[in-house]
């Protein structure tokens, strides 16, 4: 017999929940580009964390199957108000489970999984350049060979 879908998928699969692209040069925005090995399927995932670490916007766009759009329209909103700490720990089983997705689809709710990580990665990623290049110029300003200092125009006014 063959097994419907589980109402939750149908939801967010006919009415995707943060569906777009954040500006993925901002500092403040990780994005995560992830494949799936065993279909070919496409997922790409960014978070804008605000100051104190929290997530405050997700945007998603998938190339793939029903599953996949409903696991990462999910994990949006999972993820909204949640530390990167916290979204870092969100196990693909948690999304299979709450969607009720069959066996053969577990590998559509690990390119969630994937995605995420890969977003919180280039987040962190990005901070540490950031902070390099801070350092760097810190360091140009103390031998006198800096004239201007150029992170200022990189951090987003207060
Ligand atoms: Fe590949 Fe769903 S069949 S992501």
Redesign the pocket.
Known sequence: IARAYHEKVISHYERPRNVGSLPKNDVDVGTGLVG?P??G?VMKLQIRVDEDGIISDVKFKTF??G??IASSSYMTERVKGLSLEEAGKIKNTEIAKELALPPV?L??SM?AEDAIRSAIKDYRSKRVKLAESKQNNFIDVSRGTATTDTTATMLPSQ
């Open positions: 799936a065993a279909c399927d793939g199957c599953s996949a689809k590998h559509c390119l």
